[in-house]
């Protein structure tokens, strides 16, 4: 029967019902039925639980069947789409509900159909492709179930097959799918590699899989600017990836990624400058294809020529795409327009410039250098409602490397955000609009969205919605990727001047309480522009989405209602967003050292209490932040002491360090501040004894005293004190006898525990002195006999104190471990001998006591040879001399036959071992006498015969031919004879 509900908690359970196998092994499927009959038994609830996981996997491979395919054989069509047939979100529910065990045999056994759907393309047999969207659904199962190394090692497996069904696609004449179709499943597995880039330089060999597959991929590209926009990003990726990890630089020069290096360099890496565009506008060119864009922004190769051609028609292509942008379109469309730019930018790198430059216009950056004046004639930026579309489409330019998010906080966000808090009292509306709009491309940009999202696959209701009324967000998963990654690839200089900028707009616009913004009042701000922007302890109302221009909630009032809060409100929950992302955190301790520096934090535009508040909401929590911001200095001194720790102790040198870089150094205010740190380091390593009984603190936990140790710099410090240590602890063994609730002959009812503390200072002590006592041999034996003496003798063990126990076990463990390391020959030898002696000194301390501290002190020493006894045995006519030699007895009445003589102990491991030599049983033991074997006759002349040369054996012929007789020995007759044998009648003589 399988487990109980009261066993579901035991972390036992817990490991075995989730801990996933290796299902592609033969050997591990006898681990998988076991782990079934130890969760289930072997009735019907076993059979349920595979049936479910099974069921599953038939209903997600439904994904990959011929009816959701890409037919080939019919232009590229799919017979079913599966955005109404298929429950993205259902499955995403229930594959989640399952342990994560199963989530890996349901999200392997789709690889696998996957891979064999492909490689059957590949090699002929088949005219089905998987769509892509579905294969990034597979992906979004397989990171919800953290099978990360089966992730990537799927795409792998697809990365081979690619090139295969790119040969077979020319070769069906399949235009339409031609550089089409597997450019853009790399671009979703380029994403989740970007996803996972950490985990992917982990292993070389996987490394040089995905940068040999991604090769092949774009290998016919010769133009880094003129590709799809598919593998523009495929080369941002092997850029990153040969510049990340050097077992590919090491590679030979002559490879022609090599060569391409320098170009990648060039077209995608370089700084742009964008310049005021002052060109003739068509509000006619290209229209229609914009409004009506084709499904995942598919283009043709004219539209990219037109563009090249002509400067105006690139002006006129920007405004009409970022006016249409602005329009009320639905999701899929903004999100196919935004492809479409950016496969468009992808072929005429010269747009890269151009959608900087009417970013600069939307956000006021530069007002009078003229900068696309026919969009602000047509676009109202004061209008909130477009934001959001704005700073989807802008998103996923900077996933798709249109241009750097570098450049857009260089050239947008910075210069206007400079501009809304240059004036501090002369802000005009659209100075305003522009500042406002520039904090919602920041917020979008640098806080992305990288959980899974099935809602976007398909029209049905999703478990983890990221759209807020009528908001627009990025749709496919890939640009949320590529989104996430490009925050890889920005400095930590950049990333501290967008957060000082938003700051000093949102303090120099605090005292503006009315504006055609609003009244200054602060409301809606725990909603989240998009999903995860908003800490989880925060709950609070849906409004938010008025500051956004996303809520419909009240359409039918005159006044519109995203006016209601203030850009300095908005300025400050941007802020306390971007802080609170874990990315922002580890690039600022990662560069800890700057952050101090002139021109970070310490900055003339901040003051130093700006400047504190700032490295706080990077730092800590908002609700901590808020308290920290509130207290005084000594007070944020005594606060960085008391909470410091291994994790906290980057954070808190930091914030140390800009106080001190924030005193200047010449003042009387060093010296005042010194004092200080010293007073609060006094105050909180110093517990006094009043305020332990103190009310007002009991109901706060009291945290233990803490000790400071002087540095000893030389050994004979380190030797002095570690012989006072040596015998204050053996002084416990000499008053074992004593009971320990007596202390100097008078009962205590606490000595117990007084000795064990005192136990642990003595201990804390010696464990930072513990390099010295493994420097000698001596030392080395005596303490490693005095922690095996405290153990043996019930000083500490696992009754009275388990956790000095394990210290102690630790401790003597590592001086055994020790004596067995060494560099040469010579110590080598002299570290056994020591190894000997310590183990032999060891087994008389312990002796025949037995104990459960006590087994595990045995659990060090070596395994005992155990031995056996085998009585031997002598001739019966032998006796033995006064030296113990055995002589015979010459006598009438020797004695035949055998008796038994003495003992003889032999280790039963080289019984059983069988490979010793001499054998450990000898024969002479049992009566047995040694002589010389001499061969048999028979075995002499095999031997001879053995090394003949000549062959006995004669082929089949040779027996079919007669017999080699000899000739007849006939006499001859006499002549008498030959008289005799003539004839009887007379002869004619």
């Given at each position: 029967?399988?487990?109980?509900?009261?066993?579901?908690?035991?972390?036992?359970?817990?490991?075995?019902?989730?801990?996933?196998?290796?299902?592609?092994?033969?050997?591990?499927?006898?681990?998988?039925?076991?782990?079934?009959i130890?969760?289930?038994g072997?009735?019907?609830?076993?059979?349920?639980?595979?049936?479910a996981?099974?069921?599953?996997?038939k209903?997600i491979?439904?994904?990959?069947?011929?009816?959701?395919?890409?037919?080939v054989?019919?232009?590229?069509?799919?017979?079913?789409?599966?955005?109404?047939e298929?429950?993205?979100?259902?499955?995403?529910?229930?594959?989640?509900?399952?342990?994560?065990?199963?989530?890996h045999?349901?999200?392997?056994?789709?690889?696998?159909?996957?891979?064999?759907?492909?490689?059957?393309?590949?090699?002929?047999?088949?005219?089905?492709?998987?769509?892509?969207?579905?294969?990034?659904?597979?992906?979004?199962?397989?990171?919800?179930?953290?099978?990360?190394?089966?992730?990537?090692?799927?795409?792998?497996?697809?990365?081979?097959?690619?090139?295969?069904?790119?040969?077979?696609?020319?070769?069906?004449?399949?235009?339409?799918?031609?550089?089409?179709?597997?450019?853009?499943?790399?671009l979703?597995?380029v994403?989740?590699?970007?996803?996972?880039?950490?985990?992917?330089?982990?292993?070389?060999e996987?490394?040089?899989a995905?940068?040999?597959?991604?090769?092949?991929?774009?290998?016919?590209?010769?133009n880094?600017?003129?590709?799809?926009?598919?593998?523009?990003?495929?080369?941002?990726?092997?850029?990153?990836?040969?510049?990340?990890?050097?077992?590919?630089k090491?590679?030979?020069?002559?490879?022609?990624?090599?060569?391409?290096?320098?170009?990648?360099?060039?077209?995608?890496?370089?700084?742009?400058?964008?310049?005021p565009?002052?060109?003739?506008?068509?509000?006619?060119?290209?229209?229609?294809?914009i409004?009506?864009?084709?499904?995942g922004?598919?283009?043709?190769?004219?539209?990219?020529r037109?563009?090249?051609?002509?400067?105006s028609?690139?002006y006129?292509?920007?405004?009409?795409?970022?006016?249409?942008?602005?329009?009320?379109?639905?999701?899929?469309?903004?999100?196919?327009i935004?492809?479409?730019?950016?496969?468009l930018?992808a072929?005429?790198?010269?747009?890269?410039?151009?959608?900087?430059?009417?970013?600069?216009?939307?956000?006021?950056?530069?007002?009078?250098?003229?900068?696309?004046?026919?969009?602000?004639?047509?676009?109202?930026?004061?209008?909130?409602?477009?934001?959001?579309?704005?700073?989807v489409?802008?998103?996923i330019?900077?996933a798709r490397?249109?241009?750097?998010?570098?450049?857009?906080?260089?050239?947008?966000?910075?210069?206007?955000?400079?501009?809304?808090?240059?004036?501090?009292?002369e802000?005009?509306?659209?100075?305003?609009?522009?500042?406002?709009?520039?904090c919602?491309?920041?917020?979008?940009?640098?806080?992305?969205?990288?959980?899974?999202?099935?809602?976007?696959?398909s029209?049905?209701?999703?478990?983890?919605?990221?759209?807020?009324g009528?908001?627009?967000?990025?749709?496919?998963?890939?640009?949320?990727?590529?989104?996430?990654?490009?925050?890889?690839?920005?400095?930590?200089?950049?990333?501290?001047?967008?957060?000082?900028?938003?700051?000093?707009?949102?303090d120099?616009?605090?005292?503006?309480v009315?504006?055609?913004?609003?009244?200054g009042?602060?409301?809606?701000?725990?909603?989240?522009?998009?999903?995860?922007?908003?800490?989880?302890?925060?709950?609070g109302?849906?409004?938010?989405?008025?500051?956004l221009?996303?809520?419909d909630?009240?359409?039918?009032?005159?006044?519109?209602?995203?006016?209601?809060?203030?850009?300095?409100?908005?300025?400050?929950?941007?802020l306390?967003?971007?802080?609170?992302?874990?990315?922002?955190?580890?690039?600022?301790?990662?560069?800890?050292?700057?952050?101090?520096?002139?021109?970070?934090?310490?900055?003339?535009?901040l003051?130093?209490?700006?400047?504190?508040?700032?490295?706080?909401m990077?730092?800590?929590?908002?609700?901590?932040?808020?308290?920290?911001?509130?207290?005084?200095?000594?007070?944020?001194?005594?606060?960085?002491?008391?909470?410091l720790?291994?994790?906290?102790?980057?954070?808190?040198?930091?914030?140390?360090?800009?106080?001190?870089?924030?005193?200047?150094?010449?003042?009387?205010?060093?010296?005042?501040?010194?004092?200080?740190?010293?007073?609060?380091?006094?105050?909180?390593?110093?517990?006094?004894?009043?305020?332990?009984?103190?009310?007002?603190?009991?109901?706060?936990?009291?945290?233990?005293?803490?000790?400071?140790?002087?540095?000893?710099?030389?050994?004979?410090?380190?030797?002095?004190?570690?012989?006072?240590?040596?015998?204050?602890?053996?002084?416990?063994?000499?008053?074992?006898?004593?009971?320990?609730e007596?202390?100097?002959?008078?009962?205590?009812p606490?000595?117990?525990e007084?000795?064990?503390?005192?136990l642990?200072?003595?201990?804390?002590?010696?464990?930072?002195?513990?390099?010295?006592i493994?420097?000698?041999?001596?030392?080395?034996?005596?303490?490693?006999?005095?922690?095996?003496?405290?153990?043996?003798?019930?000083?500490?063990?696992?009754?009275?104190n388990?956790?000095?126990?394990?210290?102690?076990?630790?401790?003597?463990?590592?001086?055994?471990?020790?004596?067995?390391?060494?560099d040469?020959?010579?110590?080598?030898?002299?570290?056994?001998?020591?190894?000997?002696?310590?183990?032999?000194?060891?087994?008389?301390?312990?002796?025949?006591?037995?104990?459960?501290?006590?087994?595990?002190?045995?659990?060090?020493?070596?395994?005992?040879?155990?031995?056996?006894?085998v009585?031997t045995?002598?001739?019966?006519?032998?006796?033995?001399?006064?030296?113990?030699?055995?002589?015979?007895?010459?006598?009438?009445e020797?004695?035949?036959?055998?008796?038994?003589?003495?003992k003889?102990?032999v280790?039963?491991?080289?019984?059983?071992?069988?490979?010793?030599?001499?054998?450990?049983?000898?024969?002479?033991?049992?009566?047995?006498?040694?002589?010389?074997?001499k061969?048999?006759?028979?075995?002499?002349?095999?031997?001879?015969?053995?090394?003949?040369?000549?062959?006995?054996?004669?082929?089949?012929?040779?027996?079919?031919?007669?017999?080699?007789?000899?000739?007849?020995?006939?006499?001859?007759?006499?002549?008498?004879?030959?008289?005799?044998?003539?004839?009887?009648?007379?002869?004619?003589?």
């Amino acid at each position: 029967t399988g487990l109980g509900k009261a066993e579901s908690s035991s972390r036992h359970f817990l490991y075995t019902e989730h801990f996933p196998l290796c299902q592609d092994d033969p050997i591990s499927q006898h681990d998988c039925n076991q782990r079934y009959i130890l969760l289930y038994g072997v009735g019907k609830e076993r059979d349920e639980k595979k049936h479910a996981v099974k069921k599953m996997s038939k209903e997600i491979c439904k994904l990959f069947s011929k009816k959701f395919s890409i037919d080939v054989a019919e232009g590229g069509k799919v017979k079913k789409h599966s955005r109404s047939e298929f429950n993205f979100e259902s499955t995403s529910n229930k594959c989640q509900a399952m342990s994560y065990f199963d989530q890996h045999v349901v999200t392997w056994q789709c690889a696998v159909q996957v891979q064999e759907m492909l490689n059957a393309f590949a090699i002929g047999n088949s005219n089905y492709l998987p769509v892509q969207e579905h294969v990034a659904f597979l992906f979004d199962l397989m990171e919800s179930a953290f099978n990360i190394y089966g992730l990537i090692d799927t795409c792998i497996q697809i990365l081979r097959e690619l090139p295969e069904v790119e040969l077979q696609l020319i070769g069906k004449s399949s235009m339409a799918l031609v550089r089409s179709y597997t450019t853009s499943l790399s671009l979703y597995v380029v994403g989740v590699l970007r996803r996972y880039h950490c985990c992917l330089l982990l292993s070389q060999e996987q490394t040089t899989a995905i940068f040999e597959g991604l090769c092949r991929i774009v290998k016919h590209v010769s133009n880094p600017s003129d590709c799809s926009s598919a593998e523009r990003c495929i080369l941002a990726y092997l850029y990153d990836l040969y510049s990340a990890c050097s077992s590919l630089k090491a590679r030979p020069q002559q490879e022609p990624f090599h060569n391409a290096y320098p170009k990648i360099k060039q077209a995608l890496y370089t700084p742009l400058q964008p310049t005021p565009s002052a060109h003739t506008y068509n509000p006619q060119f290209m229209l229609d294809i914009i409004t009506n864009p084709r499904r995942g922004g598919k283009i043709e190769s004219g539209w990219a020529r037109q563009l090249n051609e002509s400067a105006s028609n690139r002006y006129s292509f920007v405004c009409n795409a970022v006016v249409a942008v602005t329009r009320d379109i639905d999701n899929d469309c903004l999100n196919d327009i935004a492809a479409m730019c950016a496969e468009l930018t992808a072929c005429c790198n010269s747009l890269s410039t151009e959608w900087l430059g009417v970013l600069i216009a939307l956000c006021g950056s530069n007002r009078d250098a003229g900068y696309y004046v026919d969009v602000l004639t047509q676009v109202d930026v004061q209008n909130t409602n477009i934001h959001n579309a704005l700073s989807v489409f802008t998103s996923i330019l900077v996933a798709r490397h249109c241009f750097s998010l570098e450049n857009f906080v260089a050239h947008v966000a910075l210069p206007s955000l400079v501009q809304a808090c240059k004036g501090r009292g002369e802000t005009t509306p659209e100075i305003e609009a522009g500042a406002r709009l520039s904090c919602h491309l920041l917020l979008r940009l640098f806080k992305t969205i990288e959980c899974p999202q099935p809602g976007l696959y398909s029209v049905s209701t999703s478990p983890n919605p990221i759209t807020v009324g009528n908001a627009h967000n990025i749709k496919l998963s890939c640009d949320r990727h590529l989104l996430a990654a490009a925050h890889k690839n920005i400095g930590v200089a950049p990333v501290l001047a967008v957060l000082k900028g938003i700051l000093v707009v949102g303090d120099a616009t605090a005292h503006k309480v009315s504006s055609i913004f609003g009244t200054g009042k602060r409301s809606g701000l725990n909603t989240p522009v998009h999903p995860g922007s908003t800490p989880k302890s925060m709950a609070g109302s849906g409004d938010l989405s008025h500051i956004l221009g996303t809520s419909d909630l009240q359409q039918n009032s005159h006044l519109n209602q995203d006016n209601a809060t203030s850009l300095s409100d908005f300025a400050q929950h941007v802020l306390r967003q971007i802080c609170s992302q874990e990315w922002v955190l580890e690039r600022c301790l990662q560069h800890a050292e700057e952050l101090c520096q002139h021109g970070m934090l310490i900055d003339n535009l901040l003051t130093a209490k700006q400047a504190q508040r700032l490295l706080h909401m990077i730092c800590y929590p908002e609700h901590e932040s808020n308290l920290i911001a509130e207290l005084e200095q000594k007070a944020i001194i005594v606060r960085i002491l008391e909470n410091l720790e291994q994790w906290s102790l980057r954070i808190s040198w930091l914030d140390l360090q800009l106080m001190f870089k924030q005193t200047n150094c010449s003042s009387p205010d060093l010296s005042n501040w010194l004092d200080m740190v010293a007073r609060a380091a006094i105050d909180v390593f110093r517990v006094n004894e009043f305020l332990l009984n103190s009310p007002d603190v009991k109901q706060e936990k009291v945290k233990p005293s803490t000790w400071l140790v002087a540095p000893l710099g030389q050994d004979e410090q380190k030797e002095g004190l570690l012989q006072s240590l040596y015998s204050q602890l053996s002084q416990f063994l000499q008053n074992r006898d004593q009971s320990l609730e007596t202390i100097g002959g008078i009962e205590d009812p606490c000595g117990f525990e007084k000795m064990l503390d005192a136990l642990q200072l003595r201990y804390s002590l010696v464990g930072g002195l513990f390099d010295a006592i493994m420097k000698n041999a001596t030392s080395t034996t005596d303490w490693a006999i005095l922690f095996a003496q405290l153990i043996s003798q019930g000083v500490i063990d696992l009754s009275n104190n388990s956790e000095l126990f394990t210290t102690t076990l630790d401790m003597l463990a590592t001086l055994i471990h020790s004596t067995l390391v060494s560099d040469s020959q010579t110590e080598r030898d002299e570290n056994k001998k020591l190894y000997t002696n310590l183990m032999k000194k060891l087994r008389k301390e312990l002796g025949d006591k037995n104990g459960p501290s006590i087994k595990y002190v045995r659990q060090l020493l070596p395994l005992a040879k155990q031995t056996c006894e085998v009585l031997t045995c002598d001739s019966a006519g032998s006796s033995t001399d006064a030296k113990g030699n055995k002589i015979a007895i010459d006598s009438i009445e020797k004695k035949n036959g055998l008796r038994l003589g003495d003992k003889q102990r032999v280790s039963v491991w080289d019984l059983l071992e069988g490979h010793k030599n001499p054998a450990p049983l000898s024969w002479a033991w049992f009566g047995a006498v040694k002589i010389e074997r001499k061969p048999l006759a028979y075995e002499e002349t095999h031997r001879l015969l053995k090394y003949h040369t000549h062959s006995l054996f004669k082929p089949s012929s040779y027996y079919y031919e007669p017999l080699p007789l000899p000739p007849e020995e006939v006499d001859p007759l006499p002549d008498k004879l030959k008289d005799d044998m003539k004839a009887d009648t007379p002869s004619s003589d």
